[in-house]
C-alpha cells in the first residue's frame, strides 16, 4: 500500500525540479551544478520510495537510503565550493 507522505514528497519533489529547470535557463551557473545534480539524486530517491512497495523492495530501499546519503553529500560540497569560491572573489 502507498504511503501518503511519500506521495506527497514525489509530487512536491517533482514540483520543485520543474521550478528549478525552468529558473536554471535564465541563470544557470557552473557554481549551482552539484546543488542541481543533488536534487535529481534526491527526486530519484523519492521515486524510488514510492516503487519499492510495486516492485524490488529492497533494492529500491537501498537505492533509496544511497540517494538520500548521496544528496547529502553532494549538497555539503556544493556549499563547501559556493563557499570557497565566495571567499576567493571577496579577496580579488
Known amino acids: 500500500m502507498f504511503q ?3 506521495i506527497v514528497n514525489l509530487i512536491y ?4 525540479l520543474i521550478i528549478i ?3 536554471l535557463r535564465r541563470i544557470y551557473s557552473d557554481r549551482i551544478k552539484l546543488f542541481l545534480i543533488g536534487y535529481l539524486v534526491l527526486v530519484v530517491a523519492y521515486i524510488a520510495t514510492v516503487l519499492e512497495v510495486v ?8 537505492l533509496e537510503h544511497t540517494g538520500y546519503a548521496v544528496t547529502g553529500i553532494l549538497f555539503a ?3 563547501w565550493m559556493n563557499l570557497r569560491a565566495s571567499k576567493d572573489e571577496a579577496e580579488k
Open 4 to 6: 501518503q507522505d511519500e
Open 13 to 16: 519533489g517533482i514540483g520543485g
Open 21 to 23: 529547470l525552468t529558473m
Open 55 to 62: 516492485i524490488w523492495p529492497d533494492a529500491l530501499n537501498i
Open 77 to 79: 560540497i556544493a556549499v
